[in-house]
């Protein structure tokens, strides 16, 4: 076997090989949830939580927006130089994150949509693109956990507390409280490490521009109706 087929061979099984076991937890874990869901709450639950996480799914596109995709891009071509293009992109995710967020509140007005919605496509927008992040780091098993574990862990969790914990807590909303906790620890790491590479000075100015553009575009509407 030639030296060129066994590197080949020991980076399929290092990237590939380790996102094949985490999508098979995935899965796995995802079959225990269905299976607690129906034992616990009963068809009506599970089709609660389906339709919670298929609608929080498909939305959450509106919130990524192609992020994912261009962070991989920009980060796998610029691992050893200036990372201030990688931090804009974060802030990018976050100016449509709040937006977002403000839309689906104006829009919640007149629809009567689930509040609990919103923190669900956030999340799951959060996982998506903070996923890729590493991707494109080519660290691939904190890529396959944040795409293919980490939901249906906190899902778990949530499940756990909720019956052994306190009844009287509502399901969705356990696992929306547990994720944004979680999502938000996942931020902080990852802002301390763009304070190691980026100019700490720039920093601040950009999150001064990107509060400005928010305040404005937040502003406009609130003129236009007055």
């Known amino acids: 076997m030639s030296s060129n087929y066994k590197q080949l061979l020991n980076f399929a099984l290092k990237n590939s090989g380790s996102l094949f076991l985490l999508k098979l937890i995935g ?15 009963y068809f009506e639950g599970n089709g609660e939580f389906a339709k919670f996480v298929a609608l929080s799914r498909g939305i959450k596109v509106f919130v990524v927006f192609g992020l994912d995709y261009l962070i991989v891009k920009q980060v796998a071509s610029n ?44 999340v799951l927008a959060f996982w ?7 991707r494109g780091q080519n660290n691939m098993v904190i890529y396959g956990f944040f795409e293919f574990v980490v939901f249906q862990v906190t899902v778990l969790l949530s499940l756990l507390i909720c019956n052994f914990l306190n009844k009287n807590l509502d399901f969705l909303t356990v696992i929306v409280g547990i ?47 007055s």
């Not at 899965?27 to 616990?40: K, P, Q, S, T």
């Open 79 to 122: 691992l050893t130089l200036d990372n201030n293009q990688d931090f804009k992109l974060f802030v990018a995710f976050f100016i449509n994150t709040v937006l977002f967020a403000f839309g689906f509140l104006v829009v919640n007005q007149f629809l009567e949509l689930n509040s609990v919605l919103l923190g669900g496509v956030i």
């Open 179 to 225: 994720n944004i906790v979680f999502s938000f620890l996942v931020s902080i790491y990852v802002v301390k490490r763009f304070f190691k590479t980026i100019n700490r000075k720039e920093v601040i100015n950009i999150l001064i521009q990107t509060f400005k553009t928010i305040i404005t575009i937040i502003s406009f509407y609130f003129y236009k109706i």
């Open 128 to 134: 998506r693109f903070i996923g890729h992040y590493f």
């Open 27 to 41: 899965i796995a874990l995802n079959y225990v949830v269905l299976i607690f869901i129906l034992e616990v709450y």
